[in-house]
């Protein structure tokens, strides 16, 4: 009962900014997950954050410069970013991966002007980290879907697939 609580709390929250998220990225990871112990799981769940942290970081630093980190509430990518993975250890072909919509990206104010500039700088500071593999899909988005897709772990159990650590809300992406 409290999961469900959770869950509907945790979807009605991310669904009143879904609106401003104008791209769907899947990010995957080296972090193969067959066979691992719940422990093991565990540190692999804090190396994917870790990574997803920095690339966020350096996403945000090739959009905005300097003010990514001066300015978070304006001159930051709206960012809403969940790992996906963690209940599967029973497939040799699974890997942990990240889902991020994202949104206040491609603004006057960016650096980043072009959806190839976007999809380039998206590839190159992903395999900038640790983890990262090549397999990358970017899509633009205009709807609730994506939150849907991305959280579908919630309704298996999983009330920490949101990685709210690397989830940004910038006030100034909600008046674009």
Request: hydrophobic share 35%.
């Amino acid at each position: 009962m409290q999961n469900q609580k959770i869950i509907t709390a945790t979807l009605q929250f991310l669904k009143i900014y879904a609106p401003y998220c104008t791209h769907a990225l899947t990010l995957q990871t080296n972090l193969s997950t067959y066979n691992v112990t719940k422990a093991k799981m565990e540190l692999l769940n804090e190396l994917a954050i870790r990574n997803t942290r920095f690339f966020v970081r350096r996403l945000a630093t090739t959009a905005y410069g300097n003010g990514a980190t001066r300015k978070t509430h304006t001159l930051h990518p709206l960012v809403i970013t969940t790992i996906e993975g963690t209940l599967n250890n029973y497939d040799k072909n699974k890997t942990l991966h990240t889902h991020i919509a994202l949104g206040n990206i491609l603004t006057p104010q960016s650096h980043i002007k072009t959806e190839e500039e976007l999809i380039k700088t998206i590839k190159t500071n992903w395999l900038a980290t640790e983890i990262g593999v090549a397999d990358i899909v970017v899509k633009k988005i205009n709807s609730n879907d994506w939150i849907n897709y991305i959280t579908k772990e919630l309704y298996e159990g999983n009330v920490d697939c949101v990685d709210w650590t690397n989830t940004h809300i910038p006030y100034k992406a909600l008046l674009n």
